[in-house]
């Protein structure tokens, strides 16, 4: 589970204090730093106005960019631009029995949705009961990423982000399930940017059967691929086969795959096309050809 950092300072710090103390962020190799790092989110945590006082006057000025864009969810509020390799935010975590949670749904949240992470970030309950997560850990190298694939995951414990509980969520490693809090809380958030981290999946898992059950953090270039594809000539076709053979990207080698699997209304070039890449010596490649391998001939049979 997420490293828990004891804080029992009593020292209050602002946002724009949390930033130049900060720097350039910090690096999650470093536990020294990292606990540095820690100990201003505490601060901040302890300065019980700031980010009321921040919502009342954005209210007040009825602006509708009061905030940096979020891409991280309807509860996500940016505290500040990424300077260096981290930036803040602040997350609402609203219980059952908010309206919003009613009219958005649980997933909107991501309520019950177990996940790892594919970056560092550093954790303060800020205000209410916080959040419950079913804690687990796992071996993120020796999983290939593949839907079905067995992930070992270990349990540890089911507990609260409550006020002042200061945590590192550690890539890779820790997952969580997260159920709603018994009243509407807010958490506060020190994220290390990685300029490679894009290319680090991160999953989802079914807690039933312990396995990966999707892949959370398709990238543009996945994206950008599928559609030159989609709407381009022979050069995105071959552009299209080299990512398949030699991308370092398997994540992106197996969307080469999908993006000309979409082409072909051929039974037969649609399973030449699958076993190539069942030979391509990669184990995610392998395992995903086979799954549509059976799925075409159960098409065939089915005719």
Known sequence: MPRVIEHSSAETATVEQVLDRLGDGFDPADEVGTDRAAALLGQLGNNRTFLGDLLVDQLKDNRSDAFEASAYGPQAIMLSPVRGRSFLR???????????????????????????????????????????????????????????????????????????????????????????????????????????????????????????????????????????????????????????????????RLASYEARDGLASDPAVRDALWRQAERSGSVLLAHEAKVRRKRLETMQIGT
Do not use: K
């Not at 609402?92 to 009613?102: D, L, M, R, V, Y």
């Open 90 to 252: 602040a997350n609402i975590w609203p219980s059952a029995n908010e309206s919003c949670f009613g009219a958005s749904g649980a997933r909107n949240f991501v309520y019950g949705i177990p996940h790892d992470h594919n970056f560092d970030f550093l954790t303060v309950g800020y205000f209410g009961p916080g959040y419950v997560s079913d804690y687990f850990e796992y071996d993120y190298e020796s999983v290939a990423g593949y839907r079905g694939e067995q992930a070992r995951l270990r349990f540890v414990e089911r507990s609260a982000l409550h006020e002042g509980r200061l945590m590192h969520y550690r890539a890779h490693r820790d997952i969580h399930s997260q159920l709603p809090p018994a009243a509407m809380s807010v958490s506060l958030n020190i994220m290390h940017v990685d300029p490679a981290q894009g290319w680090h999946d991160q999953y989802g898992f079914d807690l039933d059967s312990g396995t990966v059950s999707a892949v959370l953090n398709p990238t543009s270039t996945e994206v950008f691929l599928r559609c030159a594809v989609g709407m381009g000539g022979d050069a995105a076709l071959d552009l299209a086969d080299t990512f398949g053979r030699r991308h370092p990207s398997e994540r992106m």
